[in-house]
Every structure is written in structure tokens, then in C-alpha cells.
């Protein structure tokens, strides 16, 4: 709960800054946005540890292979950090960065399923009668 007050208050502070400042001065408002966000980020780095931490455990209890965890954290991880990018990029003024920065995160997503959907089709194959 600490944490979450911490980002309101950041991003509560940095909304004001930037409302003060926007017509002024916008070559500070971009660097108050992103460093906004970078600090927003690192605010919250502890609970995502704990998270990860929470799921690897469930997983565990579950049996789930270690394989399969690490592609969904990973799958979320670039999920999260290219919609975090490309929010920072629309910002600036740089929509097209945005949608091809969350392109890539797709591309990526799909380059890391394309095992796991190979493993599914071939099992699928197998219980399928000749």
C-alpha cells in the first residue's frame, strides 16, 4: 500500500509540474514525463518481485514446469514494458514509435509462444488416430 501511495504521489506531482510547465517550457516537460515514469517504474520493482515470487511458488505447488513459467513471466514482462514504452512514446509526440515499439512486443510474444505451440500441435497429433 506504501508503494502505491509513493506512485500517486509521483504521478500526482509530475501531472501538476506538467500542467504548470506545459506551456512553457515542453523540452522539460518531455524529460519530467520520462523520468516520471522511469521512477514510477522503479517504485514498483519490490512488489513485482513479490509477485513473481507468489507465482514461481504456485507453480510449484501446482507442478507446473519450471518451462512454462518462465514463457508467462516473459510473455508478461514484454507485455508490460512495451505498453510502458510505447505510452512513454505516444507522450512525446511519437505515436508511430509507440505502435511500432508495441508491434515488436507482439512479435516478441509470438516468437517466445511458437515452442510451446509446436509442443501442443504435436501432442494434439498424437491423440489423433491415423
Avoid: W
Avoid at 54 to 67: F, K, T
Avoid at 86 to 96: C, T
Amino acid at each position: 500500500m506504501l508503494a502505491l501511495m509513493r506512485v500517486v504521489g509521483v504521478g500526482l506531482m509530475a501531472t501538476v509540474l506538467l500542467l504548470v510547465i506545459r506551456e512553457e517550457r515542453r523540452d522539460l516537460g518531455l524529460i519530467l514525463r520520462l523520468g516520471a515514469g522511469v521512477v514510477i517504474l522503479l517504485l514498483l520493482v519490490p512488489d513485482i518481485a513479490r509477485v513473481v515470487a507468489a507465482v514461481i511458488h504456485l507453480s510449484e505447488l501446482a507442478h507446473i514446469p519450471s518451462l512454462y513459467l518462465a514463457l508467462l513471466l516473459k510473455v508478461v514482462g514484454i507485455s508490460y514494458l512495451t505498453v510502458f514504452v510505447a505510452q512513454l512514446a505516444q507522450d512525446a509526440g511519437e505515436a508511430g514509435t509507440g505502435m511500432r515499439v508495441e508491434l515488436a512486443g507482439k512479435l516478441a510474444i509470438l516468437v517466445l509462444a511458437i515452442p510451446l505451440i509446436a509442443s501442443i500441435t504435436e501432442t494434439v497429433l498424437k491423440l489423433i488416430p491415423s
